[in-house]
C-alpha cells in the first residue's frame, strides 16, 4: 500500500510545511523508484555512446553486382574485408579501401550464417541452411568439412544448423550448434570430435539458440545464448564458470586484445561494448532502415584501428564505423523492447 506523508507540524511557516512534505514525499518514493530501476536488465539501462561515426558507402561494388542478407564479416591479415551475405554469389573480398575484389566460393553455400577468418588467413563459412562449416583457403578452396551437407543430426560429425566458429589455445575447434540443436561441439585441429556439451534450457551450460561462439586470450570460451539473453563463459573442457545475464540478444561476438567483448545485439538491434567483467562500456546504434541503423545486426568485426564493421541482415548491409573522439553523452536509445521480429516461424532462418 501507498503511504501518504504526514502532515509537517503547524509551527511552521505554510512555505516550510509545502517543502516538508514534499521531502517527505520524495523519500517515501525513493524505495519504490529503486526497485523499479533493479527490475530493468544491464541491456535497458542508460550507457554512454561509443565514439564513432558512420563511414556511408564504405563498401564499393560494381553496377551489377549485389548485397543480399549480410550475415557475416571478417578481417584477414592484410585489412581485406569479407562479406557473407544471402545470395547467389555468396562471398565477396574488398580491399582495406573497401573496393570489391571478387567473389569466391560460388555454389558451396545455401544460407549464409557466419564468417571468421584465422590467424593463418583461412576463412571459415557457417552455413545453417547445410549444416556445414567449411575451412577455405584465400583461393576459396575448401579445406576441411565439418558437418555433412543437407544432413541435419546430433552426433560426432552431424550438425542441426550451426551458427559460428572459434578456435582455442591449441588449435581446438568450437562450434555453436545452434537452431536445431543446443549444443557446443569441439574437434581438434585436424576435425577430429572431442566432445560436446549443453541441452536446451536456462540452466548453467544450457542453451536456448546458441548463435556466437568466440574464445578470449585465456582460453576461455564465450557462447551467445541468443534467446536466453546472456553470454555463458566456460573452461577449454565445456566446464560452465559464470554467466552475464540480462545483457540483450547476443547474435554476434567477437573479443578485442585489450579482452573486451564487443556484441552485435539483434534483437535490441545496437552494438555493445563490454569489459572483462561483463559491464556495458557502452552503445552505439538503435533500430531503423537508415544508414547506421540495425534490423537483425547479425556479426560484427573490429579491425586493427578499431574501424567497426557490422553485418545487418534485414538491411542487406555492411555498416562500418570509424573511430572518432567520444562524446561524451549518453547514448540516445535505450532498449526497451526487442524489435523487428515478424510473427513466429519455425522454418524462419534468421
Request: glycine content about 10%.
Amino acid at each position: 500500500m501507498s503511504r501518504v506523508p504526514p502532515c509537517p507540524p503547524r509551527s511552521l511557516g505554510r512555505a516550510s510545511r509545502r517543502l516538508a512534505t514534499a521531502i517527505l514525499a520524495l523519500l517515501l518514493a525513493a524505495p519504490a523508484a529503486l526497485s523499479a530501476q533493479e527490475t530493468l536488465t544491464a541491456a535497458q539501462r542508460p550507457v554512454p555512446e561509443l565514439g564513432y561515426r558512420l563511414a556511408p558507402d564504405f563498401l564499393q561494388l560494381p553496377a551489377d553486382v549485389h548485397l543480399g542478407e549480410a550475415a557475416g564479416v571478417a578481417l584477414d591479415s592484410r585489412g581485406h574485408i569479407f562479406v557473407f551475405h544471402r545470395a547467389r554469389r555468396a562471398l565477396f573480398e574488398f580491399s582495406p579501401a573497401g573496393k570489391y575484389l571478387r567473389s569466391l566460393g560460388e555454389g558451396l553455400f545455401d544460407h549464409a550464417h557466419g564468417l571468421r577468418i584465422d590467424a593463418d588467413d583461412h576463412l571459415w563459412t557457417i552455413d545453417d541452411g547445410n549444416h556445414t562449416v567449411l575451412k577455405l583457403n584465400r583461393e576459396g578452396r575448401v579445406l576441411l568439412v565439418l558437418g555433412r551437407r543437407d544432413m541435419a543430426g546430433e552426433n560426432d560429425w552431424l550438425f542441426n544448423r550451426p551458427t559460428d566458429v572459434a578456435w582455442g589455445k591449441n588449435g581446438e575447434i568450437y562450434v555453436s550448434d545452434g537452431y536445431g540443436n543446443s549444443r557446443v561441439v569441439k574437434f581438434d585441429r585436424t576435425g577430429r570430435f572431442l566432445k560436446a556439451w549443453g541441452k536446451r534450457g536456462s540452466g548453467p551450460g544450457e542453451f536456448i539458440l546458441p548463435h556466437s561462439v568466440a574464445v578470449d586470450r585465456a582460453g576461455q570460451v564465450y557462447v551467445g545464448d541468443r534467446e536466453n539473453q546472456r553470454i555463458q563463459i566456460f573452461d577449454a573442457e565445456g566446464t560452465f564458470l559464470r554467466e552475464w545475464p540480462g545483457i540483450g540478444y547476443p547474435y554476434g561476438l567477437t573479443i578485442t586484445p585489450d579482452q573486451h567483448v564487443w556484441m552485435a545485439d539483434g534483437g535490441y538491434n545496437r552494438v555493445i561494448e563490454l569489459d572483462p567483467q561483463g559491464k556495458i562500456l557502452g552503445a552505439i546504434g538503435e533500430p531503423g532502415r537508415q544508414p547506421g541503423q540495425f534490423a537483425w545486426a547479425h556479426f560484427l568485426a573490429l579491425g586493427p584501428d578499431r574501424t567497426l564493421f557490422v553485418a545487418d541482415i534485414l538491411n542487406w548491409r555492411v555498416h562500418v564505423f570509424k573511430p572518432a573522439p567520444a562524446s561524451g553523452r549518453m547514448a540516445s536509445y535505450v532498449p526497451t523492447v526487442r524489435r523487428f521480429v515478424p510473427p513466429p516461424n519455425p522454418a524462419m532462418k534468421k
